[in-house]
């Protein structure tokens, strides 16, 4: 069974440009979940998404922005890049929101220059 | 406002004695707790949970211990090994706020070094 995948793994972008990241879950998981991560934060919780729609989301401006796509596969989308956006970005997906275990993807490692 | 605390940034541990990691948390609302682990360019891999109503959850050699009294918990992994080496991360689950999860709430990690 294949895992969670993220691409592209690596990506370097300009300040100001925008970015998507791309996230398939594991087959017959319908929530994805994605997460920030950065040294100084640690992981943060960025938004849910659950049958193409967004269930939650956590304390983020609106140049986070995200979706889900009837396959479940979901993308997430940043404005606007600063430079304090640099982070790994990774996905988590799993059968239902309500279920507690979430299987990680490896990541998007995203640095603005 | 952090809800879920791992005051140890880091833990160094013989090969084949207990590794006690902690976690501590401030909102009483949690559901579940969960650990996971992360080695370098991976994505966290989940571990043990355990639901707010137990104290207690075994799985092998990892057993997760919760007080709620003290909102505390922590992991205890027996018998250490070297690939147990990687960075742990508690995090606190709300399963059914609002009839949805707000996400993981991840403390900062706490780096494991299993040494020989």
């Known amino acids: 069974k294949a895992g969670v995948t993220q691409t592209p793994r690596y990506l370097i972008k300009t300040r100001g440009q925008q970015v998507t990241l791309s996230c398939s879950p594991i087959?017959?998981?319908?929530?994805v979940s994605w997460y920030q991560q950065t040294p100084g934060q640690g992981l943060q919780f960025l938004f849910e998404?659950?049958?193409?729609?967004?269930?939650n989301k956590g304390n983020f401006p609106g140049r986070f922005s995200g979706r889900q796509f009837s396959n479940s596969r979901s993308e997430m989308n940043v404005s606007t890049l600063e430079l304090g956006d640099s982070a790994l970005y990774l996905c988590?997906?799993?059968?239902?929101?309500?279920?507690?275990?979430?299987?990680f993807g490896q990541g998007t490692r995203l640095t603005v220059v | 406002d952090q809800q879920v605390k791992q005051n140890s940034p880091s833990l160094s541990v013989q090969e084949g004695r207990i590794s006690i990691l902690n976690c501590d948390y401030t909102?009483?609302?949690?559901?579940?707790f969960l650990w996971y682990k992360k080695y370098p360019a991976e994505g966290p891999t989940f571990l043990i949970s355990?639901?707010?109503?137990?104290d207690k959850n075994e799985d092998g050699r990892f057993t997760v211990f919760l007080n709620k009294s003290a909102k505390h918990l922590s992991l205890h992994i027996v018998p250490s090994q070297p690939g147990d080496s990687a960075v742990y991360f508690c995090?606190?689950?709300?399963?059914?706020?609002?009839?949805?999860?707000?996400?993981?709430?991840f403390g900062k990690g706490t780096h494991l070094i299993i040494q020989p």
């Open positions: 355990i639901s707010s109503i137990k």
């Open positions: 087959s017959g998981h319908r929530s």
């Open positions: 995090a606190g689950l709300f399963a059914y706020s609002g009839g949805g999860a707000d996400g993981l709430t």
């Open positions: 909102n009483s609302m949690f559901d579940y």
């Open positions: 988590a997906s799993k059968t239902t929101v309500a279920n507690t275990e979430a299987f």
């Open positions: 998404y659950f049958s193409e729609t967004q269930r």
